[in-house]
């Protein structure tokens, strides 16, 4: 009984801790609904609704909203951090992955970064980590060894006597030098993007360092992605440039036109002297002298103004990278080094030659900076942020602008570099975009100083926060990026929360039906388990993600596992005559071991997935390693304290109906017998599997495995565009690309995967450029905006090769990881080699005849199947869903081994233990499935790819565990037997 009134205290602490943490998020959502309504009445008045929404929130968001007890007052956004955190794909919103490039801090480091050896040896281990994921530091060593064998490559390192490495420091010092420096920007990466997103007021940002050394960013329901990236990938290196405008400017446009009028032949220079031409306000005369030779250089620099602002010329957008090419050759390089910088403003041009305002403008002001005699700027924030303070403000003109304080040090030479340039430009320039370049009118003291630039007020506040925040303190760029619109996350919520509940239904039936008033014993344990899963989810602030969700659901199917267990062992004590409390206390002696041990194994592979780090998946390996353990509790502790308490009280509990009172008992199938049929039946599936991935040249992959571009349209759903046709377009228009479309859902949305610029820069404008031209090309059809009015495009993804790569390579590793781990468990746990052999061979055997059913099924089935992060994560889930079964047929074994049955031969021991428990199996199996099947038909989409796998794992688990598993460890011991 002491035992007892434990269970019930800390059920009861363990409940009030978990309504504690969902209290929070009944309160945000009830204040977020006030704030809909109210939106929507002033929406009637002629307002709109989503700024009313906003100013309400904002208004009333810093106000208590929820007394706790008397105890304490938190606000709506105090409530709104402590809420259950919803994942991007419930939410909306977008997760960008950030590199910090390893080889720009390999060369800061290096005493001569333009070291041949040092640039050939980082050129390679880019490669390298491209092409096969290779950790960084390994690579450049590996590389380095190949390009300078025998070199001593501590000398590389080496910056003054107190530098860490000196010459006669080991390699392997320096490979932890190497290491340790790339950690610490890492990190300090990491430290500037946190301070940026929380000055940027998004809720619940997720910022972590996951594995390689890249950024993980989660910013749910962000409305403007664009802003966003530019937040977080904005290195802030600002920098004053004095400005070659005016004659000076003039001078610099005149030569180099006429270094490209004399690229091909002799003509007439008609631009000799350069002075006249400023009198004569021409600067046309000298784009003319390279007109008769048709110049690149002419045709994309255009002249602007009288030869007095402070840029001379303006650039299409898209011209911008050809124009710095271009003038990299020799020819230009001479005119320009190494005394002068090109720069683009920052945003189009906003006025043309005579000071009209533009709009819509594709073209861009072109600076000629002035470097110093180091080649640098006048003022830079390279070695040190030189920014205390900065906010956006509104000038006398009503324009916004964004004002800033210098350090002391910096205004100190702000003031130098201000007094020596009365009357000349002085450009700001922030990450090589040139913001504003004013005329400097008198000495600037103090450090105060403004920058203008035709701002919105998000433009202004973000450019406030990143200078506050200061720079990075190593270069990083976007490798991976996710976009999702709200209205798909509503609509996977509302999937989601359907199939969890159906699921539910399915399961409280199955259980009430088979078990009768025991059933509903487990239901109460059912119930805690999920309540549970929520409370702990909340207190430790992960995402629930739509996986996470679907991990939910599989945990409510695989939560009467243990329930089956013990209620079939108490019933194998009933039929021998014992009582009601004997039989409870024998069941639940007898099942201990089969339920922990097949619980450790699932755990395994539970904990293996959590090592993807983040993301959708690691939402769901959270769930599922949650609920193992709450399922563990409810199963063994509520479930017994429910069945004592009856039978303390003397009340009778029916563990089943006289339907079913003989189900599967008294079997007498010869497994063992018919090994070989099974082994015969899985190779001519696998092989039928690797037929059909070879003449379909391999299985559909993802983008996270491969790498490219994905995107969700939304199309007219009335025109029942083919599938077919849209490829045949974008094959057409995304000239040498691999495009894949496939319809996601029933509303005219489409899936297409392109490999369009996939070797190009991952820049933000290459991405831009991909969604512009996809659009392009699907201008034929009629595109539309959801029910919402977001599209037509509503989800993008963008993965480049490199994390493709090692995405694909620590998949495997995981995979491979679960399957050794649960083989060693085995081993020990059961004192013998056959039996972890066993069970391995069956594992893959099942990992073997998933795939192959998907390389059979891959374009027969009407919805994606993608070989994918998902169905790794099935995957794993299905090797630890296979391992249980099998798992209870070795408990049985070794209940023999130990017992009285021990006069049994092997073949007859391991029919036995397979008929014992097949009840057990077909019902544990029977339940999990009907929720996968629940799962594929109203998850959504979404989670199709992901609950197909498990269907199909659920059956293929079951037959591994009976067919193959076991029957393999005769094999197994009858030749250790022979050799014997």
């Known amino acids: 009984m002491k035992s007892n009134r434990s269970v019930v205290v800390f059920s009861i602490v363990l409940a009030i801790a978990c309504l504690y943490q969902l209290s929070f998020t009944f309160k945000a959502r009830s204040f977020e609904n006030d704030a809909h309504a109210f939106a929507t009445k002033k929406a009637k008045l002629g307002e709109r609704e989503k700024d009313v929404y906003l100013r309400y929130i904002d208004s009333l968001g810093n ?4 007394n706790l007890l008397g105890i304490a007052d938190y606000t709506y956004f105090e409530c709104k951090q402590k809420e259950i955190n919803l994942g991007l794909d419930l939410r909306g919103g977008m997760n960008v992955t950030l590199e910090v490039e390893k080889d720009a ?36 060593i590996s590389a380095f060894n190949e390009v300078a064998p025998g070199r001593n490559m501590a000398v590389l390192f080496v910056k003054g006597n107190n530098s860490v490495i000196q010459p006669n420091s080991s390699q392997t010092e320096v490979v932890n030098y190497l290491r340790s420096s790339i950690n610490t920007a890492v990190a300090n990466v990491k430290s500037v993007v946190e301070k940026r997103i929380n000055q940027a007021n998004v809720t619940q940002p997720v910022v972590q360092i996951v594995e390689g050394g890249r950024i993980s960013v989660e910013l749910p329901g962000v409305d403007n992605p664009r802003r966003m990236e530019d937040l977080v990938e904005k290195s802030a290196k600002l920098e004053f440039y004095e400005v070659n405008g005016g004659i000076d400017g003039v001078k610099i446009y005149s030569q180099l036109m006429k270094a490209a009028s004399m690229a091909s032949a002799p003509i007439k220079d008609t631009a000799s002297n350069d002075t006249s031409m400023v009198k004569d ?6 784009a003319d002298a390279g007109k008769s030779e048709k110049s690149i250089l002419y045709s994309i620099l255009k002249p602007f103004g009288k030869g007095e602002e402070s840029a001379v010329c303006t650039i299409k957008g898209s011209n911008r990278e050809k124009l710095l090419k271009i003038l990299s050759e020799e020819k230009y390089a001479a005119i320009l080094e190494p005394s002068v910088k090109i720069a683009f403003s920052a945003k189009p041009q906003d006025y043309d030659q005579s000071g009209k305002e533009l709009t819509n403008s594709e073209d861009y002001f072109v600076y000629f900076l002035k470097r110093d005699r180091d080649g640098n700027a006048a003022l830079s924030s390279e070695e040190e942020n030189i920014i205390s303070d900065a906010r956006e403000n509104t000038n006398q003109t009503g324009q916004l602008e964004v004002s800033m304080e210098m350090t002391p040090s910096a205004a100190s030479r702000w003031a130098q570099v201000t007094g020596a340039n009365i009357g000349k430009y002085i450009a700001i320039v922030l990450d090589d975009r040139v913001y504003s370049a004013p005329r400097v009118n008198g000495k600037i003291s103090g450090g105060s100083s403004q920058i203008s630039g035709n701002f919105d007020i998000r433009e202004a506040q973000d450019l406030a926060n990143v200078l506050k925040a200061g720079k990075l303190p190593a270069p990083a760029r976007i490798v991976a990026s996710e976009v999702v619109g709200a209205s798909l996350g509503d609509a996977a919520i509302s999937k989601g929360f359907l199939a969890l509940i159906l699921g539910f239904i399915s399961v409280v039936l199955f259980m009430v039906v088979y078990y009768n008033r025991a059933g509903w014993i487990s239901i109460v344990a059912v119930l805690g388990n999920v309540f549970l899963i929520m409370g702990v989810l909340s207190s430790l602030g992960a995402a629930l993600t739509l996986p996470g969700m679907a991990g939910i659901i599989l945990t409510i199917g695989m939560a009467v596992d243990a329930n089956v267990l013990i209620y079939e062992r108490i019933k194998d004590e009933l039929a021998l005559g014992k009582g009601m409390k004997t039989a409870i206390n024998e069941g639940f002696k007898h099942a201990m071991s089969a339920i922990i041990d097949s619980n450790i194994t699932h755990l395994l592979a539970g904990f293996i997935l ?13 769930i599922l390693v949650i609920g193992i353990f709450s399922s563990l509790f409810t199963a063994l502790f509520i479930t017994r304290l429910l069945l004592d308490r009856r039978a303390d009280k003397g009340l009778d509990t029916k563990f089943g109906f006289t339907w079913n009172e003989n189900f599967l008992k008294n079997k007498n199938i010869d497994w063992v017998k018919n090994r070989k049929k099974y082994y015969l039946f ?11 991935f070879i003449t379909k ?15 969700i349209i939304q199309f007219d759903a009335s025109k029942n565009y083919k599938t077919e046709d849209i490829k045949e377009i974008l094959d057409k228009s995304l000239a040498g690309s691999s495009n894949e479309v496939k319809t996601f859902g029933s509303d005219g949305q489409y899936k297409i995967l392109t490999t369009y610029l996939l070797k190009e820069s991952s820049s933000k404008e290459t991405k831009l450029k991909v969604q512009e031209d996809l659009l392009k090309a699907l201008s034929s059809f009629e595109l539309k905006k959801d029910k919402n009015g977001e599209g037509p495009v509503i989800q993008v993804s963008n993965v480049t090769p490199t994390i493709a790569t090692e995405i694909r390579n620590k998949s495997a590793f995981l995979v491979m990881l679960t399957v050794v781990g649960i083989f060693l468990f085995l081993v020990f746990r059961f004192r013998s080699i056959a039996y972890g052999i066993g069970a391995a061979i069956s594992l893959v055997h099942d990992l073997a005849l998933v795939l192959s059913v998907y390389a059979i099924v891959d374009g027969f089935v009407p919805f994606a199947t993608e070989f994918d992060q998902h169905l790794i994560a099935a995957l794993l889930t299905i090797l630890g869903y296979s391992i249980n079964d099998t798992v209870i047929v070795f408990d049985r074994i070794r209940e023999f081994l130990t017992s009285r049955r021990t006069d049994k031969d092997d073949t007859l021991m391991i029919n036995s233990a397979l008929n014992d428990t097949l009840s057990r199996t077909i019902i544990t199996s029977s339940t999990v499935f009907v929720v996968c099947i629940i799962l594929f038909l109203f998850g959504g989409d979404a989670l ?19 067919c193959i598993a076991t029957p393999i460890v005769i094999d197994l011991t009858s030749k250790k037997k022979s050799k014997n």
């Open 63 to 66: 106000k208590p909203c929820y």
């Open 105 to 140: 801090i390999v060369k800061v480091l290096a005493n001569d970064p333009k070291d041949a050896d040092l640039l050939k040896a980082v050129k390679m281990a880019d490669i390298a980590v491209r092409d096969k994921g290779t950790d960084y530091v390994d690579a450049f």
């Open 281 to 286: 306000s021409s600067l046309a005369k000298t």
């Open 610 to 622: 959590t090592f993807t780090g983040a993301g959708p998946v690691y939402g769901f390996a959270i």
């Open 682 to 692: 899985s190779t001519l599936i696998i092989v039928l599997g690797i037929v059909s």
């Open 697 to 711: 040249g391999g299985i559909t992959t993802g983008i996270d495995f491969k790498g490219g571009n994905s995107f």
């Open 944 to 962: 199709k790819n992901f609950s197909f796998a498990m269907l199909i794992g659920v059956v293929i688990g079951t037959y591994s565990s009976l």
